[in-house]
């Protein structure tokens, strides 16, 4: 009775972290840092025996920008540093944010275990992300995520 219940509400369930989600971690050396969802994995891997994901993260926010700043300030300002990591489910609070980013074709299974190809993705994700900040702060007003996260 109770496994049929189970299977019923397994079947029901819906895949809510899924790339692109703004989640925020809640352990470890990030702790509280913003991050976006690259790739997702409900089920175990030989690595890791739970579900996790690899998350793109914001580890120093960008700087307030005003009008009276000149561009070489703006662009000192507008730098952000970013980490790549793999984080249990357990550890992440999924937001009702999301951004169109896609960063699925800069982290592979390599990009985890290989330091060089972690560093060149990381760099990669910097320039994505502080590209992305250029145009919203075009447009008007920076987006949520890329704000310190004030607790």
Sequence with gaps: WGSEMEAKAEAKKTKFLKPGKIVILLHGRYAGRKAVIAKNSDESTQGRKYGHAVVIGIDRAPLKVTKSMGPKKIAK???????????????????????????????????????????????????????????????????????????
């Design 77 to 151: 300002r507008s730098r952000v540093k970013t980490f790549i990591k793999a984080v249990n489910h357990n550890h992440i609070m999924p937001t009702r944010y999301s951004i169109d980013v896609d960063l699925k074709h800069i982290v592979t299974n390599d990009t985890l275990t290989n330091p060089t190809a972690r560093r060149e993705a990381r760099s990669k994700t910097k320039k994505l992300l502080q590209e992305k900040y250029a145009t919203l702060l075009q447009n008007g007003k920076p987006k949520w995520f890329f704000q310190k996260l004030r607790f």
